[in-house]
């Protein structure tokens, strides 16, 4: 039967939706709170020119500060946070506040420089080394801010294309380091932080929700449940030249609050690099006694040299949005390139009405799993091989449309489904503006990237 607008909806939550709108309340009071507090008296500062440059300061430094540490809790691992925004959008705003901190606190170190050197640059250098070497906790917030530089220049676009994934990540660990560094100079030096009760309270309270989340959400979740459930390797099993699966057991994997769609940090602890965690999705729904992911042989991790039956397995998660949870239709569409596909092919387990978007190259993954969902579920597979018709393109060349009219011809109702993608960044990106073109509105296209 065709599809009409009188299709109801799939209940859901609005918790997600408000969540949201109170995270963005919170975010931008705190920026005008702390401006309002240095306002009472930096204003006046402003009609000299050595006294404003001092002022300016003090204001970068405490919106960079507040910043520094809204960064911090958007990446905690908060539950509330994590199943709002989802990861693929929490990274891109902690790259936007990431970045725009990091330019608040050099604003801040330059200022408050010229303006303790009388305004004069040419006395600026030695005024720096001064406050460096003679001012409480000088030291430690230059440590701090070398740790900060060091995350920041890594994740600029270009640096990150020469690195490896593992790399970036252990690296990216530095920019804790730096924060953590920069509390006893603004405890000791921060005027505006003790200005009054309530400035100290923000500021303690502040300080504390970021400690408290790291520790609770980054450290003792993970260690509980990696104590609880002690995961480790019982099978790998190659699924094309370059991709393979691996299955893991565990205790008590009915208690693990894993859903179709989502995915976990890995470690696998007797290999090279087992320190540095990996993101893959489970590519099979959580049976309660076995979990599976799907890895493509990427990077110097993902290749999973030496990984053998009985090795032990460190996780961190489960973490995304990708799952049933988030559909507002029953007709679902399922977009996914190359091991994209596997969370989708989990997702699939637990949809009716569902059609499957495969985009490979060679040969599709999973495939005799996916005629048994089509002969069980009713799922629809549509196959789309080869390689890419054009840069830019989502397709190959066996569709007879342009890349923007394509969904519409392969699945006719596709403006009454939630559409889920899941594959490469720039090519996740062209498939979300065709859905658009499409009609589906944006709360019901659910996007995961494979980026960082």
């Not at 629809?380 to 840069?391: A, F, I, K, N, Y």
Request: proline share 5%; hydrophobic share 45%.
């Amino acid at each position: 039967m065709t599809a009409t607008l009188t299709e109801p909806a799939v209940r859901r939550r609005p918790l997600d939706a408000g969540t949201r709108t109170v995270a963005v309340g919170v975010l931008w009071a705190g920026l005008l709170l702390v401006t309002y507090w240095w306002a009472a008296d930096g204003i006046r500062d402003l009609g000299e020119w050595e006294t404003g440059l001092t002022s300016l300061g003090r204001l970068t430094g405490l919106l960079g500060a507040d910043l520094l540490l809204i960064q911090v809790l958007l990446m905690a691992r908060l539950p509330a946070v994590e199943r709002a925004f989802g990861q693929d959008r929490l990274v891109k705003m902690h790259r936007t506040v990431g970045f725009t901190s990091f330019n608040l606190v050099l604003a801040h170190l330059v200022l408050i420089t010229w303006g303790y050197a009388a305004g004069d640059l040419t006395r600026t250098p030695g005024e720096l080394w001064d406050l460096v070497t003679n001012y409480p906790a000088m030291l430690l917030a230059t440590a701090g801010t070398a740790c900060l530089v060091l995350t920041v220049v890594t994740s600029i676009r270009k640096a990150r294309a020469k690195l490896r994934y593992e790399s970036w990540h252990l690296l990216h660990l530095y920019g804790y380091l730096g924060v953590g560094l920069a509390l006893p100079h603004q405890l000791w030096t921060g005027q505006e932080f003790l200005t009054s009760t309530a400035a100290t309270v923000y500021w303690w309270s502040l300080w504390a929700a970021a400690a408290a989340a790291i520790l609770v959400w980054r450290l003792g979740i993970p260690l509980w449940r990696n104590a609880r459930h002690r995961l480790e390797v019982t099978a790998i099993v190659p699924e094309d030249d370059d991709v393979v699966s691996v299955y893991l057991t565990g205790r008590h994997l009915d208690r693990l609050p894993a859903r179709p769609g989502q995915f976990l940090g890995w470690r696998f602890l007797n290999r090279t690099g087992w320190t540095r965690g990996n993101p893959y999705s489970l590519s099979a729904a959580p049976d309660g006694r076995s979990l599976r992911i799907t890895v493509r042989a990427l990077g110097d991790g993902s290749a999973l040299r030496g990984v053998r039956p009985g090795t032990r397995v460190l996780f961190e998660g489960p973490f995304g949005r990708l799952t049933e949870s988030v559909r507002t239709r029953h007709r679902v569409a399922l977009i996914g390139a190359g091991v994209g596909v596997a969370p989708l092919r989990a997702l699939a387990e637990d949809l009716e009405d569902a059609v499957l978007l495969h985009r490979f190259r060679r040969r599709p993954l999973f495939a005799a799993e996916l005629h048994a969902l089509t002969r069980d579920r009713g799922l629809r597979v549509v196959d789309l091989p080869g390689h890419r018709r054009s840069p830019g393109s989502w397709l190959g060349d066996g569709v007879p449309v342009d890349d923007l009219t394509a969904l519409p011809y392969l699945v006719p109702d596709i403006a009454e489904r939630d559409v889920y993608i899941c594959g490469p960044a720039p090519w996740a990106e062209s498939v979300r503006r065709a859905a658009t073109a499409a009609g589906v509105p944006a709360d019901r296209i659910h996007v995961e990237e494979f980026s960082w």
